[in-house]
């Protein structure tokens, strides 16, 4: 199975700004397939045609708490909500599981052929293993209905093999360089749009005893939000992806470059003492209670800057990051994209019903997602009042609106046994035991050997 390759979304920016102005299976075995269930008062009435009887649909996610003010959570249970009101003669079943936990979960499934009718799951190699064992339906042929016309053009990529589509998008997500401003003014340091800027900011906020960055590399994914901007701006989308689908290299000197001035945040202590025994959830309440000055990730921390309690509401900026100089990229290369999705199980009974349920669900959590300040939306149309939405959201939209190119995180775009030699290899780089040049070559001879 050829992973589809990520290219760069020429086409994006002006669809995003059109977007921002418009806005002002179930398996046989286990018993969830989505199968037709008998009515209360199907004794007592007419024989009901098959869109009124009553279908039972489980559904997976990693959303596992709905009273969270992450974005995407919010979206989702809203989404939820709607659908089970749009087609009351269709019980949905949620399970909600979070954190890795999810990843195993629906890992082991898969093997078993146990899935549910609909599960959440991350694009590119994270996929692939799901659509090579034929666990996913393809949405090729129904999403002629006229869907294809109602998405941003690109935002399908990463959940499309082998000319084939098994998923919809909801939102495009994109990394962001957080600024608490109120600290920067305190340190007299100036809001980056250069590296020498950012490092000599770093230098002023540690003069004045304040944390430069918030980073919470215990959990290993938000250390490679910096490694992957970082090469992102020394080498370009274009090379990131190449290296990620196994048709260019890690070990480049653009990309050894980048690694250097990785190590160099680390070596000055831009993270702060210990950012390696640090989880994503101490650093971003270290954002949050103004402990740190910058923090680095994606959108959907956009509701907690902003919730009612939050002590940093109304002090926090959000910038592109800045680029380097003598680097291939800038700051119009993004890392994220379109990458999140939920798939339809390939034995799901009722496949149309199925179809027109999913595709309600999908178009709704894109729009309360984007309301709820965690992303832009991977559909096109009005998408209602946004007075109310997150003012970083909308930002967001406007600074993105300008891209050139996506990079997907790298634990989505690599497959399993890929994604875990890249962790191991940015642990033992970001602890300082291996240098710079050896972490570059061990990422291509594990992830492209022979390459």
């Not at 339906?137 to 959940?159: H, I, W």
Request: with cysteine; proline share 4%.
């Amino acid at each position: 199975m050829k992973l589809f390759k990520k290219t760069a979304m020429t086409g994006l920016a002006a669809t995003l700004l059109f977007t921002l102005a418009a806005c002002g299976s179930g398996n046989n075995n286990n018993g969830n397939s989505a199968s037709v269930q008998p009515s209360a008062t199907a004794e007592n009435s007419a024989p009901a045609s098959p869109s009124d009887e009553k279908i039972k649909i489980t559904m997976w996610s990693q959303f596992s708490d709905p009273n969270s003010k992450d974005g995407g959570f919010i979206g989702f249970y809203k989404a939820l909500e709607a659908t089970k009101a749009q087609f009351p003669n269709v019980e949905i079943e949620h399970t909600g599981i979070g954190g890795e936990a999810y990843k195993t979960k629906i890992k082991t499934a898969s093997a078993a052929d146990e899935l549910p009718d609909i599960f959440f799951s991350w694009g590119g190699g994270f996929a692939q293993p799901f659509v090579a064992g034929n666990r996913v339906l393809s949405l090729q042929d129904l999403a002629q209905d006229g869907t294809m016309d109602n998405l941003v053009p690109g935002t399908t990529d990463n959940f499309t093999f082998n000319g084939n589509l098994y998923g919809l998008p909801t939102n495009i997500s994109t990394a962001n360089l957080y600024v608490n401003t109120e600290l920067f003014a305190s340190a007299g340091a100036k809001v980056p749009t250069t590296w020498e800027e950012l490092t000599a900011a770093i230098d002023a906020l540690k003069a004045k005893g304040i944390t430069p960055i918030a980073l919470g590399g215990k959990d290993r994914w938000p250390a490679m939000f910096w490694n992957s901007i970082l090469d992102i701006r020394m080498g370009g989308t274009a090379a990131v992806n190449a290296a990620l689908t196994k048709t260019g290299s890690f070990d480049t000197p653009e990309f050894q470059e980048a690694s250097r001035k990785y190590k160099q945040l680390f070596d000055t202590k831009a993270f702060g003492a210990n950012p390696l025994g640090t989880s994503y959830d101490d650093s971003i309440n270290m954002f949050l209670t103004g402990k740190a000055a910058m923090l680095y990730m994606g959108a959907w921390v956009n509701g907690q800057i902003d919730a009612p309690d939050s002590q940093v509401k109304g002090k926090v900026d959000v910038v592109k990051f800045p680029e380097i100089a003598g680097g291939k990229g800038n700051a119009d290369e993004w890392h994220g994209g379109s990458g999140e999705s939920f798939f339809i199980n390939a034995k799901v009974a009722n496949k149309e019903r199925v179809w027109k349920v999913y595709k309600f669900f999908m178009e709704t959590m894109a729009k309360e997602v984007f309301m709820a300040g965690s992303g832009s939306s991977a559909w096109k149309g009005d998408l209602g009042d946004t007075s109310k939405v997150d003012p970083l959201a909308i930002k967001i939209g406007q600074l993105s609106s300008t891209a050139t190119g996506f990079s997907y995180w790298w634990d989505q775009m690599l497959n399993g046994n890929d994604t875990e030699s890249m962790f191991a290899s940015l642990m033992q780089f970001s602890a300082g035991k291996i240098t710079p040049e050896e972490f570059n070559k061990e990422l291509q001879s594990k992830i492209n050997p022979g390459k």
